[in-house]
């Protein structure tokens, strides 16, 4: 199992959900897997989380090659990505949810 720290984690699973919500809406898997820089995560979907934290996780899980990071510090999630988030959250977007609520301070 991959070890991440809590906010790397928190913000990775918010990550997920936007995946998957993305999934459920219809998008395909080469667009859903495409973020944008930290600045416009927190407009999308990361509001309230500092952009200095977003890049550390994003650095973190660079490292556990669970996303491929670009110079601007947009990413795509990776296939051990996926494989990792069907593995984590069987029942998908709900569990996600109940976790997000788990790990929010």
Same mark, same amino acid.
């Given at each position: ?51 200095? +934290? ?5 650095? =973190?899980? @660079?490292? /556990?090659?669970? #996303? $491929?990071?670009?110079? *601007? ?5 990776? +296939? ?5 988030? =069907?593995? @984590?959250? /069987?029942?998908? #977007? $709900?569990?996600?949810? *109940? ?7």
């Amino acid at each position: 199992m991959i070890k991440l720290t809590k906010d790397t984690d928190l913000i990775f699973c918010q990550i997920c959900e936007e995946f998957l919500t993305r999934r459920k809406n219809g998008i395909d898997k080469e667009n859903a897997i495409m973020f944008g820089n930290p600045a416009v995560l927190q407009t999308q979907f990361l509001q309230g989380t500092l952009e200095s +934290d977003i890049r550390s996780a994003i650095k =973190e899980l @660079r490292n /556990k090659k669970l #996303l $491929k990071a670009y110079i *601007d510090n947009s990413f795509q999630l990776t +296939d051990d990505a996926i494989i990792y988030i =069907e593995n @984590r959250f /069987k029942n998908r #977007l $709900k569990e996600v949810v *109940d976790i997000i609520a788990k790990l929010r301070p």
